[in-house]
């Protein structure tokens, strides 16, 4: 037989073969896929005939019809966050199945902008930290859990005060003129100052710190943004749970210095040289005062000291601090809520300074159709610090316990006040505890933010997500400080003000999701949403001098004889946005993402009002290929990304002209003038960074050992 004939034979034979097979009727297969773990149905799960192209995926009620060739086919049950099952036909026309969870996949799936992914999905530089290990340590705030946690996310304070703000820096400052600080998004509200929050409600952390992460978010993600998404209900029995700690507070260093009498030794060894080398100005008195006759409150008839005062203990004390939270969450098949009752005490080992907060918090969540869920979320803050050292210039109290001298009391046996202006031609302040008793700033802050969402699925495949968020903040900080604080307030006589304002903050965000297993080992996810943002503030400012007694303080500046300032203002800043993203799956291997947004802000000139800023990604996961075999390397990914940001941190109406006032005297008297204070600049335009990022991921041993480093421009 030649070999043209035998391929005549197989070909006829593998005609003969089609033939057959399309003769075979094929076989209708039903079923409902469920959750192991509590028995709901589950929708979206893939649903495909092994070693085909043939496939479904679950609807709203975890249903499923499929066509499989023959009795013998096996089908394969996927779905994220489950561990997939694979179950034989066998002559079966109905299958149902309970997916188990897979409980590191579900570790692995992280919060991106307007929605989720698995971290193995990810093209961009995004690093994540869940509850459980972001509160294994004693936290007052965000800032102080965040610290020390994550890779190129930098968390530093310049002081120790309660309550006050550490800063935070994503890989470095990417602007010399506009804000610095990264953009905080709790559960999807945008521009949160996080340092408020209850450490506690915290669910997860997301840092976006690459331009293929954070071009979602345009013209605010230059400086990086902060995802941190919070507990909400889960369903079942309600369970109440409490954390809490107290924590004892001390200076971690004393700084060496002199006693009162290794002073006075210092002090005496400094005159008798001034004797020494200028006899004749000694001898006129010009240099050492008699110690004895002329201070006897000072020093005792044999010439020691009668006190031994040490500043730096004074001020700086152990200190006692504690912190409480109340959790509740249940629920029922179609509703999950959540509770939470939050408060904390955090004293400052600077005397008498301290921050307090309270935190209220409610969730809710409701399947209220299979196709529609609806839910929200308040929080209520109540927060006061006292600021004790408030950075007065070089008269701060951290340096006048420098400078006072261990000789000086704090306070005289008839009640005055020691300082070192009882001692000649000693330099330095005021006494540093009576700064921290007459000089004090309050810090009032309430805030209540929240939101409320709509989701609806439109197919199984695409589904539509509004929501409107909302933060109404106001703020009065009252000052002080007294009538005889020399170097502060005692040429005033005394000096009060109080400073008060409300801002209201509101977003509409709405977008469409669709996920779709194309064909076999293709997966498309795209996104597409428009949104609006408004910002509202206004302040007053009022303050007063030369009070008639310290009694009244900034409780009543009308007893201040000099009216020394007042003024108020209001500013307003709108953001309008349309933005999208396309994430390509190709086997787990091969994954591409692309994502723009376009922001037209109120803050930028008339011929710049709007601006487009782009990304795009791309990873190769060279652990899932098949020429690949290191059994120690659970996951070896490459990935690329550049793209822009915007940075639209700069003053409201900056490219308008200003008026402003000024005081000037004419005829004798005092009026108000006008002047001109800007120029304005219709051309006024975004400040963009373009980012460049080429990053490895690698884990070892089932990822119980993962490393992630980056280069980037």
């Known amino acids: 037989m030649s070999k043209y004939a035998l391929f005549g034979v197989l070909v006829q034979c593998w005609f003969s073969s089609v033939l057959l097979a399309s003769d075979i009727p094929a076989v209708a297969i039903s079923g409902t896929v469920t959750s192991q773990a509590d028995g709901e149905t589950l929708p979206g799960v893939t649903v495909v005939v092994k070693g085909t192209g043939t496939g479904t995926v679950t609807d709203l009620d975890g249903q499923y019809n499929i066509d499989v060739p023959n009795e013998d086919d096996v089908l394969v049950f996927s779905s994220i966050g489950y561990i997939t099952q694979e179950l034989p036909v066998n002559g079966r026309s109905v299958i149902d199945v309970a997916l188990a969870e897979d409980v590191k996949a579900l570790d692995e ?7 989720t992914q698995r971290k193995s999905d990810l093209t961009g530089a995004v690093a994540s930290i869940k509850a459980e290990k972001l509160l294994d340590r004693q936290s007052f705030s965000v800032s102080q859990a965040l610290q020390g946690r994550l890779p190129g996310v930098d968390v530093y304070a310049n002081t120790a005060a309660p309550g006050a703000p550490a800063k935070i820096r994503i890989r470095g400052i990417n602007s010399i003129n506009s804000g610095v600080d990264p953009l905080f998004v709790v559960d999807g509200v945008i521009g949160v100052n996080a340092n408020y929050l209850d450490p506690n409600n915290i669910e997860s952390v997301e840092v976006l710190k690459d331009a293929s992460s954070t071009a979602i978010y345009g013209a605010r993600g230059a400086n990086g943004v902060i995802i941190i998404t919070t507990k909400r209900g889960l369903e079942g029995k309600s369970t109440v749970s409490y954390d809490g700690f107290t924590s004892y507070s001390v200076p971690s260093k004393r700084i060496p210095a002199l006693d009162a009498n290794e002073f006075m030794e210092v002090y005496n060894l400094a005159f008798a040289n001034a004797e020494k080398y200028d006899p004749a100005g000694f001898a006129e008195g010009r240099y050492q005062p008699n110690q004895v006759e002329d201070f006897p409150q000072l020093f005792d008839e044999n010439g020691n000291p009668r006190y031994n005062t040490n500043w730096e203990e004074l001020i700086y004390q152990p200190a006692w601090s504690q912190n409480h939270h109340i959790n509740i969450q249940g629920g029922a098949e179609k509703t999950v809520y959540s509770v939470s009752v939050g408060f904390s005490d955090e004293a400052g080992i600077m005397r008498n300074s301290y921050n307090k907060r309270g935190n209220i918090r409610f969730t809710l969540d409701n399947q209220v159709k299979n196709w529609l869920r609806v839910g929200g979320s308040m929080t209520g803050v109540l927060n006061q610090q006292r600021v004790v050292d408030d950075n007065s210039g070089a008269l701060n109290v951290p340096r006048m316990v420098m400078e006072a001298v261990p000789i000086i009391p704090v306070r005289f046996p008839d009640g005055s006040w020691g300082s070192n202006a009882n001692w000649p031609g000693m330099e330095g302040g005021e006494n540093p505890v009576r700064l921290t008793e007459e000089r004090e700033r309050i810090n009032n802050r309430r805030e209540i933010l929240g939101d409320f969402y709509v989701h609806i699925d439109i197919t199984p495949d695409l589904n539509f997500k509004t929501s409107l968020g909302y933060d109404l903040t106001s703020f009065k900080n009252n000052h002080y400080s007294g009538r005889d604080l020399n170097g502060f307030s005692a040429n005033q006589r005394g000096y009060a003000d109080i400073s008060a304002g409300n801002s209201i903050y509101w977003q509409s965000e709405n977008y469409f999701t669709y996920n779709k297993d194309l064909f076999t080992n293709h997966k498309l996810e795209g996104l597409l949403g428009f949104s609006w943002q408004e910002s509202y503030n206004e302040n007053v400012f009022a303050s007063a001098e030369n009070f008639i007694d310290d009694f009244y303080g900034w409780h009543n500046l009308g007893v201040g004889n000099v009216r020394s300032g007042i003024g108020s203002g209001d500013n307003r800043w709108a953001l309008n946005s349309y933005f999208g993203r396309v994430n390509y799956n190709i086997a787990d291997k091969y994954i591409f993402t692309a994502t723009g947004r376009l922001d037209g802000s109120s803050k930028f000139g008339a011929n710049n009002r709007f601006a487009f800023f782009p990304s795009v990604g791309a990873a190769w996961r060279v652990s899932e290929e098949d020429f690949f ?31 402003g006032t000024e005081t000037i005297l004419l005829d004798g008297e005092r009026q108000t003038g006008l002047t001109r204070t800007s120029f304005g600049n219709p051309d006024l335009k975004w400040e963009v960074t373009n980012q460049y990022d080429l990053g490895i991921e690698l884990g070892l041993m089932d990822d119980r050992f993962t490393f992630e480093a980056d280069i980037y421009y």
Do not use: D
């Not at 799936?109 to 929605?115: A, E, F, L, M």
């Open 629 to 659: 075999n290191a059994s120690t390397i659970s996951n070896l990914k490459l990935r690329a990304s550049a793209g822009s940001t915007g940075n639209q941190e700069i003053g409201s109406f900056a490219s308008l002209q200003f008026l």
């Open 109 to 115: 799936v992280v919060v991106v902008g307007y929605g």
